[in-house]
């Protein structure tokens, strides 16, 4: 009995109601402290002077500036923790800029984004040139750079305005560009390839009847093209290659350094 008066005796009451008031209290001037720190913050970041005003696009050539604008702006409009301006120069998120661009726009193959005086977003984009076209099927085409990387639908191109590649778009295209700058450096215009099973390749070349080129993609390219040239030199291929090329079928490189060949 004496033990719980002792416990609930006024002055112990009275210590703990003031140790509760000082707790309290020093919650109450750390939320204050915190409050401040935000408020100077926001304050600091809302400066003008040191808040993106404009973007500014460089570098575009087939893609509508004013759509990459139009993206960025998207990324940079807001706040972070509802206070913090993602347009602050020292915030916004210039990582988030490059991703979502890259994705909505395949044919940039390069994003440098930087500011100016501050206020200024620049954004230096490079494209991809289109040096070729993937085809699913002979109407519907897909634009392909120089390493391989396919990109933005093509329109319809009659013609050969681009060289053409055939098969699946997982093909290994780039290991096929050097043996088709060695056939052109031979003369030849080849206007398209196609790749097939078991690693056989048809290379078109340019003429009314199509003659193609048969191959296999693991070849020694340097190797075939010299059995090939040496075919082209010998008879009766010379003759008829520059008489009957108009019904050339197609020239087979498959066969060791045998060179097989068929007219119409």
Do not use: H
């Not at 006024?10 to 915190?34: C, E, H, Q």
């Not at 984004?113 to 993937?134: C, G, M, P, Q």
């Not at 639908?153 to 060289?163: L, R, W």
């Not at 056989?200 to 340019?206: A, C, D, G, Q």
Request: glycine share 4%.
């Amino acid at each position: 009995m004496k033990k719980r008066n002792v416990l609930n005796s006024p002055r112990l009451l009275a210590l703990k109601r003031r140790k509760r008031r000082t707790v309290l209290s020093k919650i109450l001037l750390l939320l204050v402290v915190l409050l401040a720190i935000l408020g100077s913050l926001a304050y600091i970041f809302r400066i003008p002077s040191l808040n993106i005003k404009s973007v500014e696009i460089d570098g575009t050539r087939v893609i509508d500036a004013d759509t990459i604008r139009a993206n960025i702006e998207k990324e940079i409009a807001g706040n972070y923790l509802w206070i913090l301006p993602k347009t602050n120069i020292f915030l916004y998120p210039k990582s988030k800029i490059k991703e979502e661009l890259s994705k909505s726009f395949k044919r940039l193959k390069n994003i440098d984004v930087s500011t100016l005086n501050n206020t200024v977003l620049k954004v230096t984009v490079f494209e991809r040139e289109a040096k070729y076209l993937w085809c699913e099927t002979e109407e519907k085409c897909y634009f392909m750079d120089g390493d391989g990387f396919i990109f933005d639908e093509a329109p319809y191109f009659s013609g050969e305005v681009y060289f053409r590649f055939y098969g699946s778009s997982n093909g290994d295209f780039v290991k096929l560009f050097p043996f088709k700058k060695i056939i052109e450096d031979m003369g030849l215009k080849p206007i398209g390839l196609s790749i097939l099973e078991n690693s056989n390749v048809e290379m078109f070349l340019s003429g009314k009847s199509k003659p193609k080129i048969i191959f296999n993609a693991t070849s020694d390219f340097q190797k075939i093209a010299e059995n090939l040239q040496a075919a082209l030199a010998t008879e009766p291929l010379r003759s008829d290659f520059k008489n009957k090329y108009s019904s050339l079928l197609y020239l087979d490189l498959r066969y060791g350094n045998k060179v097989y060949f068929k007219f119409k």
